[in-house]
């Protein structure tokens, strides 16, 4: 059973910056597409960005794209996600999914994952 770990969620202004890692102590991530989900209170989850494994192609959510950008570091076994300029709809619980395949599906945004994380708490506010 693949464990997926996040951290780096916290508080930060409007405008700010944070940088999300998800990794695993026993697999390693460089067979799996991951991606990042986020779920804001009512409201469902919505994938955010997704990375293949294969070739590294990433993917991103409209209202995102040009803020946030997604990465793999294979030697530290992590897959970060650094959110820039965020704003305060960006608020939610971040989640690390990881797909059964190396690339990332033409349905990556769906909740259709088999491994997630536990999440970690992202809030923008002043």
């Known amino acids: 059973h693949l464990q997926l770990v996040e951290s780096g969620g916290g508080l930060v202004q409007p405008g700010g910056s944070l940088r999300l890692s998800c990794t695993s102590s026993?697999?390693?991530?460089?067979?799996?597409?991951i991606a990042w989900f986020r779920q804001a209170p009512g409201k469902e989850r919505e994938g955010v960005s997704c990375i293949s494994a294969n070739d590294g192609s990433t993917y991103y959510v409209d209202g995102v794209k040009g803020r946030f950008t997604i990465s793999r570091d294979n030697a530290g076994n992590t897959v970060d996600l650094h959110l820039n300029s965020l704003k305060p709809e960006d608020t939610a619980v971040y989640y690390c999914?990881?797909?059964?395949?190396?690339?990332?599906?033409?349905?990556?945004?769906?909740?259709?994952?088999?491994?997630w994380g536990q999440g970690t708490q992202v809030t923008v506010s002043s």
């Open positions: 026993r697999f390693s991530l460089d067979y799996y597409a």
């Open positions: 999914v990881a797909d059964s395949i190396q690339f990332c599906r033409m349905t990556w945004y769906r909740n259709e994952y088999a491994y």
